[in-house]
């Protein structure tokens, strides 16, 4: 009999599986695996390309397009004329998308060089027409600290850190950095007021499931006033969509600035590497001393855009390791009962995209709300992005989170990268969060350690 059931078992995980239709309800428990935190677009990879995968049951036709998108988003780009990836600048971050993302995982808190995978978003008091934080003059809402030959970059950039020591209860201490940031020879004076966000570049992989959380999902997590009293609001972002000319959820970028794949991608080829395309048709530097008055081609074919756009869409998720391990079990309890997953949820629910069926109602873990959330004065960037505040940040995704060692050797955490372990990301945690801290801090040395190895599982 037992054996039946297994046989079942697995015909029915098939069965939700390929027919992408909506059983959830008639789907036995028994038949999810833990370690699918992408559902069917799991990948079994624990190596440096844990996060290169094309989910599965990609059609020939759109693996096709999806190493098309793969090749582009690693090419370098350089200085117009050119044969190939041409039209680089003439002011940008870095030359590539991996050059940021890499191996599709995050970027290092590195400022300031052509290696750099981080960035200063830029602002002035007030809103722009849509509701967005207000170009700064001359600088727009983004700071390009590199030029090609013969153009000046907008701004010099650094990062100084500062010892912040952190004890616990139980007397031991930790060492956290805070990080200041200097601009030194801007172009044209900076403006009064200036406000400046730092941003490090965040993983990739997964984003075509969180695109495709039903709306009314991510909404339903939201507590604006706290209803339940557990100390979490959560808020949607509204951010302005230039493309479709509409107001829509954000869920992409570190304050869930952006609505979509397409314009992520389309706004990183503009701002980050200078090279305009279809949504973005001007030069980052349009209208400044750096343009070179070629504003008008688009330098990206739409095809490329499109390929790049689809390839992040279809990058799996790896799927959790060792999560039989005994302190891998305590550690997921703790994660619970200490209300860590009041923000980083850990099971959502995909919804029904045709054009994409193999990310449609898919059970996922994504362990984020995809909502902002005040997290307190010491991670405030005090910069406005459209309804997110200076202190609140989206919730960061924690799928793949143990695997940063192997994709980025070392790795680093939060939006700016100033933490180095788990522990120091989990201490700096304050604001709506804070009770959650104080609650990891009051834990003996062994629960920390096993909530450590939880997150080292995902
Ligand atoms: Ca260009
Ligand atoms: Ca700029
Ligand atoms: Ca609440």
């Known amino acids: 009999m037992r054996k039946t059931g297994l046989v079942l078992s697995i015909t029915v995980l098939s069965i939700a599986v390929f027919t992408m239709c909506n059983k959830a309800s008639l789907f036995p428990e028994s038949g999810y695996d833990d370690r699918l935190s992408g559902g069917f677009a799991t990948v079994f990879d624990e190596t ?16 096709h ?12 780009f350089v200085t117009a004329p050119a044969p190939v990836n041409s039209g680089l600048g003439t002011i940008f971050n870095n030359v590539s998308c991996i050059s940021c993302h890499h191996n599709d995982g995050k970027g290092t808190p590195t400022l300031g060089f052509t290696t750099s995978s981080m960035l200063l978003r830029i602002s002035i008091p007030g809103i722009d027409t849509h ?3 207000l170009d700064a003059p001359g600088f727009g809402t983004q700071l390009q ?14 990062i100084n850190y500062s010892d ?23 172009y044209i004076p900076l403006p009064a007021g200036y406000m400046i966000s730092p941003r490090m570049a965040p993983p990739v992989f997964g984003a075509g499931l969180l695109e495709n959380i039903p709306e009314s999902t991510i909404l339903s997590f939201a507590d604006e006033n706290d209803a339940n009293g557990d100390g979490i609001s959560g808020k949607p972002n509204y951010v302005y969509n230039s493309y479709s000319g509409k107001t829509e959820l954000g869920r992409f970028g570190l304050k869930a600035n952006n609505p979509n794949i397409l314009l992520q991608v389309a706004g990183a080829y503009q701002q980050d590497i200078g090279i305009t395309n279809y949504v973005f048709k001007n030069e980052s530097s349009a209208g400044q001393s750096q343009s070179d008055g070629l504003n008008d081609d688009p330098e990206l074919p739409d095809s490329i855009l499109n390929a790049v756009a689809f390839y992040v869409r279809t990058l799996a998720v790896p799927a959790r390791r060792n999560t039989t391990d005994p302190d891998v ?17 850990p099971t959502v629910q995909t ?45 960061a995704p924690l799928w793949g989170i143990g695997l940063f060692q192997k994709t980025n050797g070392v790795p680093f955490y939060l939006h700016d990268g100033r933490a180095r372990t788990l522990e120091e990301a989990i201490l700096w945690h304050g604001g709506e969060a804070e009770k959650s801290k104080q609650q990891f801090m009051q834990l003996s040395q062994s629960d920390r350690s096993k909530l450590i190895k939880f997150l080292n599982s995902l």
């Open 131 to 133: 509701g967005g934080p």
């Open 164 to 186: 912040k020591i952190v004890t616990y209860p139980d007397g031991s201490s930790v060492v956290l950095r805070n990080p200041s940031y200097t601009i030194t020879n801007s």
């Open 48 to 63: 440096s390309k844990a996060f290169s995968h094309p989910v599965n049951g990609l059609s020939d036709h759109d693996a």
């Open 329 to 345: 079990m305590a550690g997921e309890k703790i994660f619970t009962q200490i209300n860590c997953s009041g923000c980083h949820k």
């Open 351 to 395: 919804g029904v995209n045709v054009a994409y069926p193999y990310l449609s109602n898919q059970r996922i873990h994504p362990y984020t709300d995809l909502l902002l959330h005040d997290m307190g004065d010491a991670l405030a960037d005090n910069r406005p992005d459209f309804l997110a505040t200076g202190k609140e940040w989206r919730t």
């Open 145 to 158: 600290d590199q030029a090609i030959f013969g153009k000046q970059p907008e701004v010099n950039t650094s």
């Open 65 to 76: 397009i999806h190493e098309l998108g793969d090749a582009a988003f690693e090419q370098t």
